[in-house]
Every structure is written in structure tokens, then in C-alpha cells.
């Protein structure tokens, strides 16, 4: 790798407490790959912080920065300018500083359909079940939305926090029609009728044991199943689907994507896919997995 010199560009995430992230090795084995005098470092920002550390891209000329848990919607009022999915889905989670001008990006939400893409899964047309009403729904909606499904039907434990989802899409995508559930309804009609279910809560990850999010019965073997969740990489609601029949793939290819969109942004190049991909496996491999420190933090970071 390039020594660091006075041309180096310096781009990182941000986020508290910032346990546990990925995101450094995949962006700093990409920009070894291209050859490229950038460097990828976390930075610790407390909440109280978060004003003072936005202030400081741009006095220190930083080029980019990822935004993490807790900031990724208390930082959209402090940027320039806003990408229209960041702007609708509240959040953003990839700055780009552009000669002083911040510009904040949603790439969750494009990572997820290039993730679909890769698994040649083309949401167009589709009727989509979205488990959970949290950030990573919203994204998901959104890109969904986006990407031009027929509908989107969320379900979630509270009915107010699934309509506050539902009435964000219906304002701005008047053509696809959106449904509310929680998980104590009915959900054999919707299962039915879904062709794409993606789990958009925590239950499954590691800590959680072999929790589902909804019984495996509403699982069909014409239905193509995301789980958000990389850790464990193969969840309970995935093993499932699969033994059904069922299409099935975890959250690392969103991870991947919404990392390579990034990149993209900041660089105008296009990001090395493969070692992303390689740096994602060896870190989860390593002995510093995100699951044992969850055990301890509840929390992983992009
Ligand atoms: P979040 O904002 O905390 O939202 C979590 C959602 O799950 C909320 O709707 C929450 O409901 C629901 N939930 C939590 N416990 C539940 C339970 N026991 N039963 C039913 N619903 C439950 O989290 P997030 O950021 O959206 O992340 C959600 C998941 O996606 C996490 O597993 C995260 O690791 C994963 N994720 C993956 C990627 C990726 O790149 N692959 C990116 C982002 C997130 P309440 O609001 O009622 O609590």
C-alpha cells in the first residue's frame, strides 16, 4: 500500500460506541486493489459530539465518512444537501464532501437491490413482505418502492410504527399500494399472496437463539427470503425457507453493496466487488466476530 504522504485522502465512519465494524477492512483492501492514496479509519463520536465532528469533515478536509448507529438519522439536519432516498427513508449513512459541501446518501437502501440484483431477484412488479418497522425497514421499503414493486406490506409489533413507514411510502410513491399488519394478524393471506419476505428485525442473530420472526407455516417455496442478518450467516428463518423449497439469502450481500455504493461515491470509480467480499469473509472468519461482541455491546456497526 501507498505510504500515507500529503495527498492522501482520508475517508471513515462515524458512530458510538463503534464496537465492532467491518467497514474499514473492506474499504482499505478496495483502495489496496485500485492503488488508490485514500485510507478508511473510525471514528469514536459521542451523541454530544456529533454537531462538532460534522463540522470537523469539513475542516479537515475528509473526504468521506460513513454514519453508524446512533447517528444515522440525527445527521441528516446537519449536512448540505440530501439524496432523494436519503431524504425520504430520514437517514443517511454515507457523507460525500464535496469542497465544503456535505451531501448526505442512503446507500442501505441500494445496496439491498443490487444485493437482490446479484441474486437476480428483480422486485419490479412484486408484492413484498417487510418484517420490522426500524431504519433498515425503512431503507428497504424505500428501495423497494424505488425499484418499482406493485406493493409493500409491512408487519410489525406496533401498528403506529408500521404506519409511520407505510405513510412515508404512500406520500411519496402514490402508484404502490401499502398494507399494515402486526404479528399477532392474520398472516396467512399475506403469505399467500407475498412473493418476496424479508426479515428486517434482529431476531435470528446470534444472541437471539434460533428465534423467527414469523412461524416457518407462513413460509412458501414460491417466496425468495432476505434476511437482513449476516451473523449467524444462516438463520433459522433461512434454514426454513430453504428445507420448503424457497429461494433464500442473508444480509451480507446488502452489507457488501451498501459498502461498494459507497465507495463508488466517494471515488467515482468502480469498487473492487470481489476483494470487498473477501475482506467481509476474513473479518467475520477472524476471532473478533460481531456476535461475540454483541454479547457484550447488543450493537454491530455497518
Ligand atoms: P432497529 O431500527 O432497531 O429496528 C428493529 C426492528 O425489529 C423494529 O421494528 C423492532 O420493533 C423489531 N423487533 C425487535 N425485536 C423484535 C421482536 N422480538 N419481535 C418482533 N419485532 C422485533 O434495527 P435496524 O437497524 O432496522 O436493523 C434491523 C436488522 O437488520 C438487524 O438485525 C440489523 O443487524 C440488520 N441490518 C442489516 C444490514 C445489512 O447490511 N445486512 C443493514 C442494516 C441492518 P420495535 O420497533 O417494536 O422495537
Same mark, same amino acid.
Given at each position: 500500500m501507498e505510504e500515507i504522504n500529503g495527498k492522501t485522502k482520508i475517508t471513515g465512519i462515524i458512530g458510538y460506541p463503534l464496537t465492532?465494524?467491518? &467497514? %474499514?477492512?473492506?474499504h482499505n483492501r478496495a483502495f489496496e486493489a485500485l492503488k488508490? #492514496? =485514500?485510507? =478508511?479509519l473510525p471514528f469514536v463520536v459521542e451523541p454530544k459530539n456529533l454537531e462538532d465532528a460534522i463540522k470537523g469533515i469539513k475542516a479537515l478536509n475528509i473526504q468521506g465518512i460513513n454514519v453508524t448507529m446512533p447517528h444515522k438519522e440525527t445527521v441528516v439536519n446537519l449536512l448540505d444537501e440530501l439524496s432523494t432516498e436519503a431524504q425520504i427513508i430520514g437517514a443517511v449513512n454515507t457523507i460525500k464532501n464535496d469542497n465544503g459541501r456535505l451531501t448526505g446518501y442512503n446507500t442501505d437502501a441500494g445496496g439491498f437491490i443490487r444485493a437482490l440484483e446479484k441474486e437476480s431477484f428483480n422486485p419490479a412488479g412484486k408484492i413484498a413482505i417487510i418484517l420490522g418497522t426500524g431504519g433498515a425497514a425503512k431503507a428497504v421499503a424505500v428501495a423497494l418502492a424505488q425499484a418499482g414493486a406493485a406493493s409493500i406490506i409491512i408487519v410489525g409489533r406496533s401498528i403506529n410504527k408500521a404506519e409511520t413507514v407505510a405513510s412515508s411510502l404512500r406520500s411519496n410513491f402514490q402508484e404502490i399500494? /401499502? $398494507? @399494515?399488519? @402486526? +404479528? $399477532? *394478524?392474520n398472516l396467512a393471506d399475506i403469505s399467500q399472496i407475498g412473493e418476496l419476505i424479508v426479515n428486517a428485525t434482529p431476531l435470528g442473530m446470534k444472541e437471539s437463539g434460533d428465534l423467527l420472526p414469523v412461524p416457518l407455516e407462513f413460509i412458501k417455496a414460491t417466496h +425468495? /427470503? =432476505? *434476511?437482513?442478518? =449476516? @451473523? %449467524? !450467516?444462516? @438463520?433459522? !428463518? !433461512?434454514n426454513g425457507a430453504r428445507h420448503k423449497g424457497a429461494r433464500a439469502s442473508n444480509g451480507l450481500g446488502m452489507l457488501l453493496y451498501q459498502a461498494a455504493s459507497a465507495f463508488e461515491i466517494w471515488t467515482g470509480t468502480s469498487a473492487p466487488v470481489e476483494v470487498m467480499h473477501q475482506a467481509l469473509i476474513q473479518g467475520l $472468519? &477472524?476471532? *473478533?466476530?460481531? *456476535? #461475540? /461482541?454483541?454479547?457484550k455491546n447488543s450493537r454491530v456497526s455497518t
Open positions: 465492532y465494524t467491518l &467497514s %474499514p477492512a473492506m488508490l #492514496n =485514500y485510507r =478508511y399500494s /401499502v $398494507k @399494515t399488519l @402486526t +404479528f $399477532k *394478524d +425468495f /427470503v =432476505y *434476511d437482513l442478518i =449476516y @451473523t %449467524p !450467516l444462516e @438463520t433459522a !428463518l !433461512l $472468519k &477472524s476471532g *473478533d466476530r460481531p *456476535d #461475540n /461482541v454483541q454479547k
